[in-house]
């Protein structure tokens, strides 16, 4: 489509230029005819065919690529990116190497559209091109642009970037005519080709009282480092203060001291300008300063950096110890060690921190040192350091500290620790936890858990002994990273002994992790047994251990306990249910919760199911199916709230007409709005007017601040939306319309004359209205009669349905007239229901069995999201892929495909079956 257009294009291009005279009318038609196939082949698919394009354009020669660049239209008049594609590939293509004719040929082409064209706009994109591929031979061209405004920048920028002694003259002999404006670009291009033969041009023009080309005159100077120039920088860097300001004088004086070929010379200014720029607003240049002389001198700036301690300003004192710390050298070192004892605390410190980046072993023993100084700074500082010079040789001074150490230096230790990869740090620390301050032990504890060090088990379980209740407590909360299961019976006493509602929580989590080496089935077989034999209201000490595991089995018994345990068991076994780590408990609390009879849970069962749903690994139209299902719990305005944000989570064409139908509700309106907001936002295969209606609306609901962002973001979504039909209902919720009953099979039918067809149609329709009705918004199949047909027929089309059953149900979707996917109690073994539903049913050559079991327990609603192209179906069942593009058979005459155009069936299978939310959106197909 897209070649078509530029084909197009060009054909009205050429249409619209002047002819040449009658003898070349004839050649002018070829050379138009050629640009116009190579402009249909662009861009090129792959490299290959890129360098057979590029060589037909250098075939063209300098009047066909004159001819192409004349096709550029101005702005507003059209769209001619093809023909800039083309030219710049071109301009790219000849600054290869061996393309050196072709270059020549390319720039005098583009010299020559540049001084055809009228258009500035496009004057400027030939000059970015000339650019690219020019030489002395394009100067003339630009040269006598650069006193015109629009175009002093670009020719400046061409100029230099031809980088010869022809263009830095050209550029000097402009000065003299060109307005300011062109001036500032013409001086910024004669200072980045450092055509230093400007520079007694250029320095008369560093006193302009325009501050712009005052800046670019300086940075130009400073470029050239001629030793002439010095004066004149330095004077205006001290009237601007020795600091940054928009002329960026101090800038340009350091780059004309770093362009400087005498060294010694540089390495004075250097010295000269840290010493002059000593106040405390002029602490960037002096860090410059000093950095170029390091970078420059080497130990010559060592005084400089010793000096640079005593500075009040931090940021220089960094700048100089971050220097330091890469000036090589163990006598630098010890001088540094010998300094610093003679700073204050801060400066200190600091250097006891650079220290330790330095990594020099001579440095240990003032490290060690600091670590009794009497100021907490450079306590920590030294804290810090030791393990970066003295690896797992500093770990016993870290400890001797530890035991008499403050909150601040423990914590400081800890993390020092607990980053160390030494093998001896762990043996290390736990020999000495009996000895250590209770906050002590905890920080070890810590690090014990973190390591998972299984060895000290025994340990740490001492330590949950504790009379310091957060000792205690830091022990039961390491132990999960260290029992295993011959921990079991210590963990059971423990849990048996252990009061506070954090000390229950971490011996519990301590169980599950000693059970995690086994299986689900065998960890629930285990706690379950245990849980057995405890009496009384020890039992329910298990609860949370049940919960953990989470599996079918723990459920099932904590729903005993539930309902069948004493009564002051009832409230911890469903706490424990609310706190489930696995999406099975969803339904059991959704039960609870709607249960008359527990009004006292209900919000809390909303809110533990809500956060499941939202933990779930489930696909979005299995999410969306639970949400629907337990939005009955939500009761307040803040329940319905939660309830459809988690709905906006669902990117889905049904979740989206959910959260619309709330889109007029006074109290939910904003929500309702973001909902759909995100929903569209996030899934780009949502489209169709009536998406696009509700996006403008929810652009008028979205209030506040932070809604402009979303506006916006949703209006670019709309203009980026593609212009094709979106899903329409097929059902309507209230009656049938829109379907009808089933007359034979389609191949009957196309034999059957049109009288015959109205009659039997009109037969067909009253068994419909007996087996098939509506309940509830609900359309329900009773058991009794014959398959539901759309009215319509169907070509290539995707399909949204719900759809739910009863026991020994057996129902399916048939596709253009054909059966079917298929739709099945899977208890039903006999029948082979096992393998799930969604797959086709009938197929005998092509898979005929679903990838997987997708199905939700008989009596839920499921979701099936179906799309038919050509002969072949996809299936999802509740977001889960069970038929993968795979060919569907004519059931009907199996020597013949599917047939292209027909209805879509709604089986009746003698069982009861309900439908909702029943969307389809037709897949227009390539001509």
């Known amino acids: 489509m897209l070649k078509n257009k530029i084909i197009l294009l060009v054909v009205l291009l050429i249409g619209s230029f002047p002819a040449f005279g009658q003898e070349t009318g004839k050649d002018n038609r070829i050379l138009q005819a050629k640009i116009t196939d190579l402009l249909a082949h662009m861009p090129a698919r792959d490299q290959a065919t890129l360098v057979i394009l590029m060589n037909d354009m250098a075939a063209l020669g300098e009047e066909g690529l004159v001819e192409l660049a004349g096709m550029l239209i101005p702005a507003g008049n059209g769209n001619d990116a093809g023909v800039r594609f083309a030219m710049g590939s071109f301009s790219g293509f000849v600054m290869g190497p061996g393309q050196e004719e072709n270059r020549l040929i390319c720039q005098k082409a583009w010299c020559k559209a540049l001084d055809n064209e009228k258009d500035n706009e496009n004057k400027a994109f030939l000059i970015t091109q000339i650019q690219m591929v020019g030489n002395d031979y394009a100067i003339p061209f630009l040269e006598k642009l650069l006193p015109e405004e629009r175009f002093s920048d670009p020719a400046s920028r061409a100029l230099a970037s031809i980088y010869t002694p022809g263009g830095g003259i050209a550029l000097t002999n402009a000065l003299d005519k060109a307005q300011v404006s062109s001036q500032v670009s013409i001086v910024e291009a004669l200072g980045n080709m450092q055509y230093t033969a400007a520079a007694p041009k250029i320095a008369a023009l560093a006193s302009s009282s325009d501050t712009r080309l005052r800046k670019v005159s300086l940075y130009a100077l400073g470029r050239f480092g001629l030793p002439e120039s010095g004066s004149l920088l330095y004077n205006m860097a001290l009237q601007s203060g020795f600091v940054y300001e928009p002329t960026l004088a101090t800038t340009s ?22 010493r002059n720029a000593a106040a405390d607003n002029q602490a960037q240049t002096r860090s410059e300063a000093l950095s170029m002389l390091a970078q420059l001198s080497g130990n010559k700036a060592n005084p400089f950096l010793f000096a640079a301690l005593k500075s009040t300003n931090k940021q220089y004192r960094m700048k100089a110890l971050y220097l330091a710390q890469n000036q090589p050298g163990d006598k630098l070192t010890l001088k540094w060690v010998k300094n610093a004892g003679k700073l204050e605390d801060q400066s200190k410190a600091e250097v006891i921190d650079m220290l330790g980046d330095r990594g020099d072993k001579l440095a240990l023993p003032f490290i060690r040192q600091a670590l009794t100084d009497q100021n907490e700074t450079v306590r920590l500082a030294a804290i810090s350091a030791l393990p970066k010079l003295g690896k797992e040789s500093g770990i016993p001074d870290l400890l001797v500290v530890m035991k008499k150490g403050n909150p601040a230096e423990i914590n400081a230790i800890k993390t020092q620790l607990l980053s160390c990869n030494s093998s001896t740090m762990v043996p290390s620390i736990a020999n000495e936890l009996a000895g250590m301050p209770a906050q002590a032990k905890t920080a070890i504890l810590q690090i014990l858990a973190s390591r998972k060090s299984k060895e000290n088990v025994d340990l740490v379980l001492k330590e949950s002994e504790s009379q310091d209740a957060a000792v205690s407590l830091a022990a039961l909360t390491a132990l999960p990273d260290l029992v295993s299961g011959k921990d079991l019976d210590k963990l059971y006493d423990l849990l048996r002994r252990v009061k506070l509602p954090e000390e229950i929580s971490a011996v519990q989590s301590s169980v599950i992790a000693a059970v995690s080496g086994l299986s689900r089935d065998d960890q629930a077989a285990a706690i379950i047994s245990k849980l057995n034999s405890t009496k009384g209201t020890d039992r329910s000490l298990f609860y949370g251990i049940l919960a953990g595991i989470g599996n079918q089995a723990c459920l099932k018994t904590i729903l005993a306990e539930f309902t069948e345990g004493k009564p002051e068991l009832k409230s911890p076994a469903f706490e424990a249910l609310t706190k489930w780590n696995d999406p099975v408990a969803i339904h059991e609390l959704y039960h609870i919760g709607s249960d008359p009879g527990n009004s006292g849970y209900r919000e809390v069962s909303l809110n533990a199911v809500l956060r499941l749903i939202s933990q779930s690994d489930y696909p979005d139209d299995q999410r969306l199916l639970l949400l629907r299902k337990i939005s009955g719990l939500a009761v307040s305005l803040s329940e319905k709230s939660s309830v459809l944000k988690e709905i906006g989570k669902c990117r889905t064409y049904p979740a989206l007409q959910i959260a619309a139908n709330n889109m007029d509700d006074p109290g939910l309106q904003q929500d309702a709005a973001t909902a759909v907001s995100d929903i569209v936002l996030g899934n780009s295969t949502l489209y169709g007017s009536d998406v696009k209606e509700l996006l403008h609306k929810a652009i008028t609901l979205l209030k506040g601040p932070e809604s402009e962002y979303l506006k916006e973001a949703i209006r670019k979504h709309l203009a980026s939306m593609p212009d094709a039909p979106g899903f329409v209902p097929l059902f309507n919720g209230k009656d049938l319309t829109g379907w009808k009953g089933l007359v034979e099979n389609p191949l009957i039918r196309a034999t059957m004359k049109p009288a015959e067809l109205v009659k039997a149609q009109v037969k067909a329709d009253e068994i419909m209205r007996q087996g098939w009705k509506v309940e509830d918004g609900i359309l329900v199949f009773t058991g009794n009669g014959n398959n539901l047909c759309t009215v319509k027929s169907y070509g290539d089309f995707e399909m949204l349905v719900d759809w739910k059953i009863t026991p020994e149900g057996d129902a399916g979707i048939y596709l253009r007239g054909s059966p079917q996917v298929q739709i099945w ?27 997987k079991v997708a199905d939700n327990q008989v009596g839920e609603w499921n979701s099936f999201r179906i799309v038919m192209q050509g002969e072949r179906v996809t299936v999802y069942l509740n977001g889960v892929l069970v038929v993968d593009h795979t060919i569907m058979e004519n059931y009907w005459d199996r020597s013949i495909p599917i047939f292209p155009v027909e209805q879509i069936e709604l089986q009746a299978h003698g069982t009861w079956v309900g439908y909702r939310d029943i969307y389809v959106r037709e897949i227009p197909r390539s001509e």
């Open 253 to 274: 004086y350091l780059n004309w001291i770093n362009q400087l070929d005498d060294k010694v010379l540089a390495e004075k200014k250097y010295m000269a300008l840290i």
């Open 825 to 851: 109690d899977t208890s039903r073994r006999d029948v082979g229901a096992q393998v799930g539903s969604g797959a086709l049913y009938n197929n005998q050559v092509h898979e005929r069995i679903p990838l």
